[in-house]
């Protein structure tokens, strides 16, 4: 099977703002193309949000010294703070941005990296790479971003994630191990970026969270896991056409010209554009870049491929149809599984399948201030019980409220789903362990919602529950190289 834009990009590296050449010539020649050889090695650094690094320091303040210049731009400019912002979203709805869909990392890519060219451009420093925020590593804001009298500061309700359960590494490895790039995607979208974002509030909580400066650094994050995942941890980015060839749009280059990027030609920018400062998420740890040339060949020979990764579900079991539910409230739901499905359910082979709780939403509230736990097999479960309780799963959130409605009748192309996924396979192990799951009993499924700021404002909130279902999905084996 051809896939034109991969097989194309084989032939090509970017160079300046996605500028094409011939990527044989500077894979295979490393003597007439030195020049371009040497951009690509020393191509711009994104380093870990940190103090006390002289070389975070001096990151620091060419990304204020550029949001400094992109506020004082005319506003007919589209390079300006806010119209760059608008891009994503506004006060009352998100615009362009892609969430809930398969291009929620493809789409925020290519925007982080129109934006970085911007900054270079505007400083006048060709070496810029946007620094990113670790917060399972360093959960504390950093302190450059709450001073008041900076670009950079923004009243947020916290400044700091710690005491979110969805950035730790009990909720970060299980799905840094999910080697399916549309599961991991939708988890990782769900939890910590969810998570991130209304736990800290204010601006960054809203359908225009890219007016906080800090915005750009919580992507820059998420989009490094995607890396670690893809580049350090060896896991496939999705071959399919219909996503490699999606053309992502509404962006603005570093000379305010209407840019456009395919979801396959950003699967290789942070070997040709960019480049992260390796660090620890979770238990994976940092790892050191190989810089020879036949390993650089190898692995982007290897990203350009692609495997052939879809969301594939071998079984669906229905545990609750369309219905109203508080936000105030646990609601706990079963279904009476039948033999045969319990004991496939309790025997799969976790290294052969996984089981998650999909859960989809058709109208979800304005506010996202809580996150939602979900627990298996706990009927008493509430906003007290432990995330150590045996019977705990994981957690989501919610961003920005239901945005797709509003945002295409005010214009923008919004396609986002409420859907989100929960991996429940190592807690039902660990309740078959415990004996606590027996056949023919019904499986129950908790979902209590427990809010950021210890009560909700509206404890009569309504959620509007599509449906409940236990899935269960084949591992991706990743093929040899």
Same mark, same amino acid.
């Given at each position: ?27 295979? $020649? ?18 870990? *949000? ?33 119209? @760059? ?15 809930? $869909? ?19 451009? *505007?400083?006048?420093?060709?070496? &810029? ?14 302190? %450059?971003?709450?001073? !008041? ?21 009990? /909720? ?37 969270? /890219? ?47 209407? /840019? $456009?990027?395919? /979801? ?30 036949? +390993?650089?060949?190898? #692995? ?6 692609? %495997?052939?990764?879809?969301? +594939?579900?071998? @079984? ?24 045969? +499905? ?18 989809? &939403? ?6 996202? +201030? ?7 097999? #706990? ?12 019977? &705990? ?33 190592? $807690? ?50 990743? !093929?040899?190289?």
């Amino acid at each position: 099977m051809r896939i034109p834009i991969l097989e194309d990009v084989t032939r090509r590296v970017f160079v300046k703002d996605l500028g094409i050449i011939g990527i044989g010539l500077v894979l295979g $020649t490393m003597g007439g193309c030195e020049d371009l050889a040497e951009k690509i090695k020393h191509r711009p650094i994104r380093r870990r *949000l940190r103090t006390g690094s002289s070389q975070v320091d001096a990151d620091i303040a060419t990304y204020r010294e550029a949001v400094d210049l992109m506020k004082a731009l005319p506003s007919a400019d589209l390079r300006s703070w806010l119209n @760059q912002a608008a891009i994503h979203g506004v006060p009352t709805n998100f615009n362009f941005c892609e969430h809930g $869909t398969d291009h929620f990392f493809d789409w925020h890519r290519a925007y982080l990296f129109y934006f970085e060219k911007i900054c270079q451009e *505007l400083t006048k420093d060709r070496k &810029f790479g946007l620094p990113y925020w670790n917060w399972n590593q360093n959960p504390d804001i950093h302190p %450059a971003f709450l001073d !008041p009298a900076s670009s950079l500061y923004l009243a947020r309700s916290r400044n700091s994630m710690t005491g979110s359960w969805s950035i730790t590494t009990a /909720a970060l490895d299980p799905i840094l191990a999910d080697p399916n790039f549309f599961t991991f995607r939708m988890q990782l979208e769900g939890t910590p970026h969810n998570n991130v974002h209304g736990y800290i509030g204010g601006t960054l909580g809203g359908y225009a969270s /890219a007016r906080d400066p800090l915005f750009w650094m919580h992507h820059c994050m998420i989009d490094y896991c995607w890396a670690k995942w893809n580049i350090e941890l060896g896991n496939n980015n999705t071959n399919d056409p219909a996503w490699v060839n999606h053309q992502n749009s509404h962006f603005v280059d570093a000379n305010g010209q209407v /840019a $456009t990027a395919t /979801a396959g030609i950003t699967t290789l920018m942070p070997l040709i554009s960019y480049q992260y400062e390796s660090s620890v998420i979770g238990s994976s740890p940092a790892v050191e870049w190989k810089k020879a040339k036949h +390993d650089y060949e190898k #692995l982007e020979k290897k990203i350009r491929k692609g %495997a052939n990764v879809r969301f +594939d579900i071998k @079984q669906r079991i229905r545990i609750a149809d369309r219905a109203a539910v508080s936000i105030g409230k646990p609601v706990s739901m079963e279904t009476r599984v039948s033999v045969s +499905d319990f004991t496939r359910i309790l025997s799969l082979d976790p290294a052969k399948e996984r089981v998650f709780v999909n859960i989809d &939403f058709a109208q979800l509230p304005a506010s996202s +201030d809580f996150a939602v736990r979900v627990f298996i097999g #706990l009927p008493s479960a509430n906003r007290t019980t432990p995330t150590d309780d045996p019977h &705990f799963a994981g957690s989501f959130a919610f961003f920005g409220g239901s945005p797709a409605k509003a945002s295409l009748a005010a214009g923008g192309e919004h396609k986002g789903q409420d859907m989100f996924l929960v991996n429940i396979t190592d $807690t039902l192990q660990r309740l078959k362990r415990n004996q606590e799951l027996k056949e023919g009993s019904p499986l129950s499924v908790q979902l209590v919602p427990v809010p950021f700021a210890g009560k909700f404002e509206r404890e009569d909130t309504q959620l509007l529950l599509e449906r409940i279902d236990i899935i269960i999905t084949p591992v991706i084996i990743n !093929p040899p190289e």
